[in-house]
């Protein structure tokens, strides 16, 4: 900072600007006098104020110090300060540059074994500071004479002059010696080695070290990498063991705890496994939440903080009550808005309540967009891998599943933490994090052993963690919509009912052959009745068919016949009234519907029998010896009806007597024909009457 203070021909002077008020005054003036006045009055000879300097082009208009009267003198060392040292300071410091090239050879300096170790950023901040007031030292000492001039001195002892200054000089973090002698020695020192002269010696290559061979390392290091977790005291003693045979220096504990800090990467997986070297130590890459609904499902079990009561018979026939039950969720979560897309509760995490979770995510999204839709990509945890990975695989177009024991992967684990501590705390059946952990995220147990009779049975416990969902759902449903429509195209995969049932169905464990009324199926001890309105479903009625379904929505099941062929999706069979009183409207339409459906069928026997009917015609016309067989005669006419079982059954006796009859008049036919022609033969070649 500008100080007003300047020696000017040996003779201290202060700056008019900083008295003045009126015309180019400092910022910082005092503000006693005008400029007008100032000038009358250094120049009259009954004042006391002597001018000590005009002022011109880069030179301030002085004013001697001592000439000012005492009041002014009082006020302004108030202000500024003590003049001689201000003036010091102030000189100092209006030669103080920072050195960036000092900066620069710190940053850039190594040390170490290998030369991989770097200053720390504190280090090379004050190094640089203490290179640079170095340098306005070196500028003040090569400049003595200017020096002194500005102090007002003729001689001084300028050591002393400079480590006065310097410990004075405290605009920069610099720690620089306080006693002259010690200054000298900094300096000359900085001048013959340079930046590096201000270097402590504990940044230079350690030359004491007692693990210096190859052998030595690799031997401690796979001691600290030992899965036992060795303390360094032990490993010490097993490594000195070797040691004093080698004739290495040995070692101790505090040793060992070194390498051990500078081998953490080599020995971290042995010491705490492969799972925490990659959760802790290695490269993970960073994720953002997507940008709209549906892009990314994840989903895990959650043993829930929350405890019910649940009441057992023993063996003795004695019931028992426990209070430390908890319930499991399965939540499906949708990562753009942490929204819990679908969730089930149930004892324990389960293949079966995983899929009731998904069930419930699907149907939720009909809920929401009028039909089912399936994300575009989906994440899970390697429970039960091998049973439901074909499960995911049908839920989704990608499925992703987590890397093994890498929790960080998955997004939904934070989301079970902000539901713990925004809803479950709320309630006095909370459990606190980690029932038995011991952790100070626990309820006050006594409290909760007084409380655990209230607490809700399992119904009680279901309905808190339902509410807890419904209330996440509510804040969060208006976003999720609202984003929804900038969900592209491309990336919306509606999921049909019969991919849904196939995916996620539940099996009747029975199968069901179709009849005229449709399929009769027994759903959890109920019996329903399912018909499809598929032509096609009544040409396979000779199947035997298995039933997928959900007990969310029974208005529709999947039909599979056995050789998994042939499915149909089945609607719940329509109950006609069967009272003319009782009929409504649907009761006609459904009576319009089947009846349309009949005419379709019968229409296509028909159109069938027709066309059977022209292709036999024309292909017994081009094989005319067909003409006789019985198959002609049994077939349809050309007319393609239908003829019925016991026309049939009385054409065929019929159709069999004509044939029978026609061979047996063409063999007897042939049989006349052969006598006759033996007769001939022996009238015309034997004369009986020469043997007579």
């Given at each position: 900072m500008e100080t007003p203070?300047?020696?000017?021909?040996?003779?201290?002077?202060?700056?008019?600007?900083?008295?003045?008020?009126?015309?180019?005054?400092?910022?910082?003036?005092?503000?006693?006098?005008?400029?007008?006045?100032?000038?009358?009055?250094?120049?009259?000879?009954?004042?006391?104020?002597k001018q000590l300097r005009r002022g011109s082009l880069g030179c301030d208009a002085l004013v001697v110090f001592d000439s000012l009267s005492q009041d002014w003198k009082d006020r302004i060392t108030t202000k500024f300060g003590k003049p001689k040292e201000e003036v010091k300071k102030s000189w100092f410091a209006q030669h103080y540059v920072a050195d960036r090239e000092a900066f620069d050879f710190y940053i850039g300096y190594r040390y170490g074994e290998k030369n991989s170790k770097k200053l720390e950023l504190d280090t090379i901040e004050q190094y640089g500071y203490n290179a640079s007031v170095l340098n306005t030292v070196l500028?003040?000492?090569?400049?003595?004479?200017?020096?002194?001039?500005?102090?007002?001195?003729?001689?001084?002892?300028?050591?002393?002059?400079?480590?006065?200054?310097?410990?004075?000089?405290?605009?920069?973090?610099?720690?620089?010696?306080?006693?002259?002698?010690?200054?000298?020695?900094?300096?000359?020192?900085?001048?013959?080695e340079g930046y590096a002269g201000l270097i402590s010696g504990k940044f230079g290559m350690q030359n004491a070290l007692k693990i210096k061979e190859r052998e030595q390392e690799a031997l401690l290091d796979e001691l600290l990498a030992k899965h036992t977790n060795l303390d360094n005291t032990l490993i010490a003693t097993v490594y000195?063991?070797?040691?004093?045979?080698?004739?290495?220096?040995?070692?101790?504990?505090?040793?060992?705890?070194?390498?051990?800090?500078?081998?953490?990467?080599?020995?971290?997986?042995?010491?705490?496994?492969?799972?925490?070297?990659?959760?802790?130590?290695?490269?993970?890459?960073?994720?953002?939440?997507?940008?709209?609904?549906m892009l990314y499902w994840t989903l895990d079990g959650w043993d829930a903080e929350l405890l019910y009561q649940k009441s057992t018979i023993d063996k003795k026939g004695y019931s028992v009550t426990t209070y430390h039950n908890r319930l499991t969720m399965v939540v499906v979560l949708d990562p753009f808005n942490k929204y819990p897309v679908g969730y089930a509760i149930g004892t324990h995490e389960t293949p079966e309540l995983i899929k009731e979770a998904l069930r419930n995510a699907f149907n939720h999204t009909a809920e929401l967009f009028g039909q089912r839709f399936k994300p575009y990509q989906l994440q899970s945890d390697n429970y039960q891998k091998k049973a439901l990975t074909p499960v995911y695989e049908a839920c989704t177009k990608y499925y992703t599943p987590a890397a093994v024991k890498n929790a960080k992967a998955k997004v939904i684990e934070p989301y079970f933490a902000h539901i713990n501590k925004t809803y479950c705390k709320l309630m006095d059946n909370w459990s606190g994090f980690g029932v038995g952990s011991g952790s100070k995220n626990q309820p006050n147990s006594e409290m909760l052993a007084k409380l655990s009779r209230s607490f809700p049975d399992e119904i009680g416990c279901r309905k808190q963690l339902e509410s807890i969902i419904a209330a996440e759902r509510s804040k969060k449903q208006k976003q999720y919509l609202e984003q929804w429509e900038n969900t592209q195209e491309t990336h919306r995969l509606p999921m049909p009912t019969e991919n849904y049932l196939l995916a996620l169905g539940k099996t009747t464990g029975d199968t069901n052959k179709l009849e005229g009324s449709g399929l009769h199926i027994k759903i959890n001890g109920v019996k329903r009745t399912y018909d499809c309105f598929e032509l096609d479903f009544r040409q396979q009625a000779h199947q035997n068919w298995n039933i997928l379904y959900d007990d969310n929505n029974l208005n529709e099941v999947l039909a599979i016949s056995a050789d998994q062929k042939y499915r149909f999706v089945l609607q719940d069979k329509y109950i006609q009234s069967m009272a003319i009183a009782e009929h409504n409207e649907d009761d006609g339409w459904q009576r319009q519907r089947v009846k349309e459906y009949n005419n379709t069928a019968i229409k296509f026997i028909t159109d069938t029998r027709e066309d059977n009917?022209?292709?036999?015609?024309?292909?017994?016309?081009?094989?005319?010896?067909?003409n006789d067989t019985l198959a002609k005669h049994l077939l349809t006419d050309s007319r393609g009806q239908h003829k019925d079982n016991k026309s049939q059954q009385r054409l065929q006796p019929e159709a069999e007597k004509v044939l029978l009859k026609q061979e047996r008049t063409i063999q007897k036919a042939a049989e006349k024909s052969w006598q006759d022609e033996q007769n001939e033969y022996h009238n015309n070649k034997i004369d009986l009457n020469n043997y007579i």
């Open positions: 203070y300047k020696y000017y021909e040996k003779k201290l002077g202060f700056k008019i600007k900083y008295l003045i008020y009126d015309r180019d005054y400092h910022v910082d003036s005092l503000k006693l006098i005008s400029y007008r006045a100032i000038n009358w009055r250094m120049n009259s000879d009954t004042c006391i104020e500028i003040m000492k090569n400049n003595r004479k200017q020096y002194l001039k500005a102090l007002g001195y003729t001689s001084v002892d300028i050591w002393d002059s400079l480590s006065r200054d310097v410990n004075a000089f405290r605009d920069v973090d610099h720690n620089l010696p306080t006693t002259k002698d010690s200054l000298r020695y900094k300096v000359n020192k900085y001048v013959k000195n063991a070797i040691a004093e045979q080698k004739n290495w220096p040995t070692i101790t504990a505090q040793t060992v705890g070194n390498r051990k800090e500078k081998s953490n990467l080599v020995i971290y997986a042995g010491r705490n496994g492969v799972s925490a070297l990659s959760n802790n130590i290695l490269m993970q890459n960073k994720r953002q939440a997507p940008t709209s609904p009917a022209n292709v036999l015609d024309q292909f017994f016309n081009q094989n005319p010896l067909l």
